[in-house]
């Protein structure tokens, strides 16, 4: 398996530097409401980022940590660094590795086969994209769990980078429709809810990486 190339220790010195959103800030009263109630550990803890590495296994999440390590190592102050800290309460809709294949081959046209191969073409978009795309999937907000998420037929989330999707609910069929027309619309994958559950930020696997306006 390949390892990848980011040390611990250079996370570590990051997280330093990291500024809270502006949202997060706006929402004080929220953050103090919910950590009193809910545990602060934070999504990267939960990821693995220290231990992330590629392989053949497509359904779980080892390129999104490997583009998420990139943009913040690019970029230390951005605004992705937010899923390292416990204390901002929030939502991440995190595309599998599978997902990132589809979009890809959407991409190229073509079907890759390795991880690496797979982040990689997704990184040659550019870092500022990707941290477009990365932020796009995360909802500052008290942390949606999948009971709730049910119930939210017709809601309306605003991302990171404030831009929006809408959540269609059929059933137990949960659908996140976003900004691009000309792909399928990336579904909650039920096998894979609740991630962190019980703290202060929750994340759900999802089945389509979405995608924003990209100027």
Known sequence: MKKMFRLSSAIAAVALVVTPLSVAQAEGETVEATSAVLSTMPLTDVLNLNRAEFDETLGDYDIFTYLFMEVWGAKPVSAVGVISDGYTPLTAFVPTDRAFRKLTKAITGKRLKSESAIANTVMSLGVNAVEQ????HVVLAAPIESPAALQ????????????????????TVITLVDKDKTRKNAVVLLGKVDINSGHTQVAHGINQVMLPKLS
């Open 133 to 136: 795309v990365l932020l796009y």
């Open 152 to 171: 939210a037929n017709g809601a309306v989330l605003t991302s990171a980078n404030s831009q929006t999707f809408k959540v269609n609910v059929s059933g």
